[in-house]
Nanobody
Framework: QVQLVESGGGLIQAGDSLRLSCAAS????????MGWFRQTPGKEREFVAR????????LFADSVKGRFTISRDYAKNTVTLQMNSLKPEDTAVYYC?????????????????WGQGTQVTVSS
């Protein structure tokens, strides 16, 4: 089992930056990747970014490419999502997730472990 705890959400203005952090505990040695997803009411959970746990290879959704970065601290078992140039359409609940699978890891169904979610609201 892996436990995930997010922090860093909040209310900010369009164009501002925000950093989300996720602390992992438990069997982190078994992980292949950690990622961030977001969800708005009535919509399916959407892939934002992921990073492979050992090598640290990132991947981003087209909607955030060039604005968001993802990093991980392997020694501290943390993953950080740095969000820059935020837009109102980035408003959502953001979830940290972790997976032991090494395929199709942009789909939420392939992540077994989830944090509780943190609200990000971007006002125009």
């Amino acid at each position: 089992q892996v436990q995930l705890v997010e922090s860093g959400g909040g209310l900010i203005q369009a164009g501002d930056s925000l950093r989300l952090s996720c602390a992992a505990s438990g069997r982190t040695f078994s992980l292949y990747a950690m990622g961030w997803f977001r969800q708005t009411p009535g919509k399916e959970r959407e892939f934002v970014a992921r990073i492979t746990w050992i090598v640290g290879t990132p991947l981003f959704a087209d909607s955030v490419k060039g604005r968001f970065t993802i990093s991980r601290d392997y020694a501290k078992n943390t993953v950080t999502l740095q969000m820059n140039s935020l837009k109102p359409e980035d408003t959502a609940v953001y979830y940290c997730a972790a997976t032991t699978k090494n395929y199709d890891i942009t789909h939420f169904a392939n992540y077994a472990y989830w944090g509780q979610g943190t609200q990000v609201t971007v006002s125009s």
